[in-house]
């Protein structure tokens, strides 16, 4: 493609007017002469009648590296040391690590600044925590890049051969004034915002898990040391590739942002055609791409679209991050009660997802809306939608209708107190004071809902997930932290679930007793459980302590090095394996879906011995407090068993008969998966829950369903993500395919 076909970006245009040039920046070899500790202390001079300026800034070095820029350098320290120095003094002088970083950000993208209506709400400060990285070859803490702890901004733009200087948040300058000022032309700004956006919503997730959040690691088999494959860092390109998408990259570990010219005809507010739209200033957009990174950490195989409902769960879950968290924004979140007289049922921001980016690509409204007309309750519509967006706004929908049903409850007697008893508002604006607290009983309630939306996750199954299970999961997790649900949240979600025709496969009821997980019917015996409890007491490296499991526990906190974690992890999960292949296998069958027994079957992976090989996929603990300050802390253990699909089900049946002999280089079709998540309470030293997958790896019903699912899905969608005759996933980009331009103007 010619650099004609598209216009020049303003990024682009700003770093040539800017002298930044289109080349890497080590190959500028120039330096600007230093200005002395003494210079820098001589004012500027004053002409008679003029006013007194700030001294003009000192220009930057050109950068070495990618991601290297030259700080403002400090006064020169005086020569002569004090003669002696009391070491508690010194410690007394400097002052305490910040808790947060304030920095500025879009509240929800550019376009807001143009409106007349919500001019002055465009942009927010978040705070998010202060982290710093140390750089061994300067001798010093710096956050370039950004680079943290958690996130590495790496600012390429392929399609103009451009690195963008990467921004400095330890500046001064930029620590004085909260950072850039929001704008649409500053690269810098660009990578100032992804950075405070991923960094708030990993902060939610840590908030409502009780430990650090993780990424999906690299495949084992890909690397030639096994601690290759921790990801310390999400890598995050704000300018990745000229076009209407952004998704998140599993195989790159990485999220990647597209800017595209808006459509032509588009005269929408705050928008003119051939406009430049960037997707990394949509707050929405970065939420959302990094929560599906959240998530792919947390469950790996929810890529693997083996129903309906995996990959519409993905897109519904990032929609829901991303929109609860309007209603953190004060401001905005005060300026929409006031205009909508405290009725949140009523179109507004608050329920828009990507409103800049769906009227840019000639949609005329946001990309999507929680409180969406045509999405009114009704269960004909879920079996309608097959489209992984299209189905996931249903579910969006359901939670957000279980929002408005709590937060109408909760305001109910602030209406009644400001209406002496008739509950109607007088026309005109509603009193100020009115305003502040409803917006706080909205801001509450969204925050409880975006924290039950994620603590379910640990209360899924490992594979093969529906919207079913995920109601299950809600209720169940909530449940077991807010026993006494005085507020009603559970019979708010229960009753949209139901409206919508969400409801779990096999069950009769729909009380809270029927949808909670339920407890092994059997518990499994003491002489199998020990072996269990001591594998978790010594997967930390710390057996000899007084306090295995305290120790344990205490490791999986927010304070804690995330490689450690992960290092634990992976010697719990090795240890777990050998402890699972002890267990009796009547019970595994029974109460996990598991088998343990040797199996005649050829398309199940089998051992030497016949027996199915058993993948203990994941273990973390859960570490929660209940509203009451209660705690609970529970071991979260993912076990998998696999086998080879064939969409030819003749095949399936003359290779599992012994008809015709499975050749070594046959891996099938398609994997189907199965297994189970065990919840296991640290404290009572028992399986609380067993969530099991649908049937055992042995389940033909199970395994037929995923095949018809495959033959419904199309060709396209087969191709893209669903897997070849290796087995393995053809693309480990399914969110490119997703939320490319075909997907973006449904």
Known sequence: MGSGDHPEPATVRLANRANLGSHHPRHATTRPQRRTAKEDAIPAKR??????????????????????????????????APAAEDPSAAALARPPVPPHRRLRAF????????????????????EVPWEESFDPAAGRHVLRGPVGRYLEVIDHDPASRTFYPPV??????????????????????????????????????????????????????????????????????????????????PERKALLFGYFPAAEGVYDRGLAPGATIFTCLSYDVVAHETAHALLDGMHSRFIEPTNPDVLALHEAFADLVAIFQHFTHPEVLGHTIARTRGDLGQQSLLAELARQMGRATGRRAALRNALDPDLHPHPSKLEQATEPHDRGAILVAAVFDAFLQIYRVRVADLLRIATQGTGVLPEGAIHPDLVARMAGEAATTARHILHMCIRALDYCPPVSVDFGDYLRALITADLTL???????????????????????????????????????????????LAPLFEAVEHAHGAGDVASPLRDLVELWTLDHDRREIWRAARRLRGRLQRVIGGWPADWARQELHLLLDPVDLPSVFRDESGRPTTEVHSARVARRRGPRDEEVVELVVEITQRRRGWDDPDRQTAIDGGAVPLAEDDHGDFRFRSGCTLLIDLGSRRVRYAIRARGPITDNRALSAQRRFRAEAGPGLRMTYLGDRSGRLRELEPFAFLHGPAATVR
Request: glycine letters at 4%; a negative charge; charged letters at 25%.
């Open 47 to 80: 002409s008679p009648g003029s006013r007194t300026t700030r001294p003009r800034a000192r220009p930057r070095e050109p950068a070495s590296s990618l991601l290297d820029v030259d700080e403002r350098r400090a006064p020169t320290a005086p020569t002569t």
């Open 107 to 126: 509240a929800f993208d550019p376009s807001l600044a143009a409106e007349l209506d919500t001019s002055g709400l465009e942009s927010v400060t978040l």
């Open 168 to 249: 400095e948040l330890n500046d001064p300058y930029l620590l004085a004034r909260d950072g850039h000022d929001p704008s649409e032309s500053n690269p810098q700004f660009h990578q100032q915002m992804v950075y405070a956006v991923a960094m708030t919503t990993i902060r939610h997730f840590e908030n409502a898990l009780g430990r650090v959040a993780m990424w999906s690691d690299r495949p084992f088999h890909e690397v030639d040391d096994p601690e290759d494959a921790f990801v310390e860092r999400l890598r995050i390109h704000p300018h990745a590739l000229r076009g209407a998408n952004a998704y998140y990259s």
């Open 482 to 528: 807010v026993p006494y649900d005085r507020r009603n949240y559970r019979a708010a979600i229960i009753d949209a679930f139901r409206a919508r025709g969400i409801l779990p496969h096999g069950l009769r009821g729909l009380g809270e007793d029927s949808l909670r997980w339920q407890e092994p019917a059997n518990e499994l015996p003491a002489a199998a």
